[in-house]
């Protein structure tokens, strides 16, 4: 599976971001996916997941109730909906697939990982 992240920007504070995960390969809706972030002299961290048939998402606290992820399986894509930005959300984010069925956001159980698309957040 190879995957492809975009839809990263330069935005204010308040507004809102859509990014996109498209990935390549006939399995691909066996996959669970997850995004993560890393910011500059940080540690990458787990922003949210999405089970293999849509099903169950979870989120880090930071996020909920701001962000919304979905996938679409047909289009072999996954979305991360980003609302309510704030400055502490700049970072490059990443989409990444993963091929066993639990929960998980350590990012060592993840398989495959896209190239990563930059968000900044301005006050």
């Known amino acids: 599976v190879q995957l492809q992240a975009s839809g990263g920007g330069l935005v204010q504070a308040g507004e809102s971001l859509r990014l996109s995960c498209a990935a390549s390969?006939?399995?691909?809706?066996?996959?669970?996916v997850g995004w993560f972030r890393q910011a500059p002299g940080k540690e990458r961290e787990f922003v949210a997941r999405?089970?293999?048939?849509?099903?169950?998402?979870y989120y880090t606290n930071s996020v909920k109730g701001r962000f919304t992820i979905s996938r679409d399986n047909a289009k072999n894509t996954v979305y991360l909906q980003m609302n309510s930005l704030k400055p502490e959300d700049t970072a490059v984010y990443y989409c990444?697939?993963?091929?066993?069925?639990?929960?998980?956001?350590?990012?060592?159980?993840?398989?495959?990982w896209g190239q990563g698309t930059q968000v900044t957040v301005s006050s």
């Open positions: 390969g006939r399995t691909f809706s066996s996959y669970a």
């Open positions: 990444a697939a993963d091929r066993t069925r639990s929960y998980s956001s350590d990012s060592a159980r993840y398989d495959y």
């Open positions: 999405i089970s293999w048939g849509g099903s169950s998402t």
